[in-house]
């Protein structure tokens, strides 16, 4: 089941983001290559910025755009979470920004080497909106992002 982190939950949190196959995964050049925990502390404050948890496996953190109407969706899920069970939470966790904020659209970006991460993004009913060149520095290589959206009237 799928709720709103707090404070009190920042050691889960940390315990999933740094992972080391997660943070390994998802940081660029901008990030140290060890995950910091106030990278979460920060964040976890701000109002804008939601963290929604399992309390098991999975954190998604969800943070607007530059619009009032989108936010970018990031999902994050320990190894023995994977498959069908992030799929549940991660649906969840879509239902929640629709049904808690006033988001409309939900976007995920993806580099392009992270294969699996496009194709359960677009099992979970996001669609390809375009593709970003050259956009993510990750050890000194620069990368291809795919732009995935999700609307909140066109969800499955």
Known sequence: MIRKATKEDLEFIHSVLGDKDIWSAT????LPKVYPKQ?????????????????????????????????????YVLAQGRG????????????????NTS???????????????YRHAVDMGFKVEGLSTKSILIDNVLYDRWLLGLNKESRR
């Open 84 to 99: 069908e069970y992030s799929r549940e939470v991660g649906h969840e966790a879509i239902e929640w920004v629709f049904k």
């Open 27 to 30: 940081r660029d050049d901008g």
């Open 103 to 117: 988001m409309l659209k939900l976007i995920v970006w993806v580099p392009e080497m992270h294969k699996s991460v």
């Open 39 to 75: 990278y979460a502390e920060g964040l976890i404050l701000n109002p804008n910025i939601h963290f929604l948890i399992d309390d098991k496996y999975a954190v998604f953190v969800i943070h607007p755009e530059s619009t009032s109407h989108s936010c970018q969706f990031h999902g």
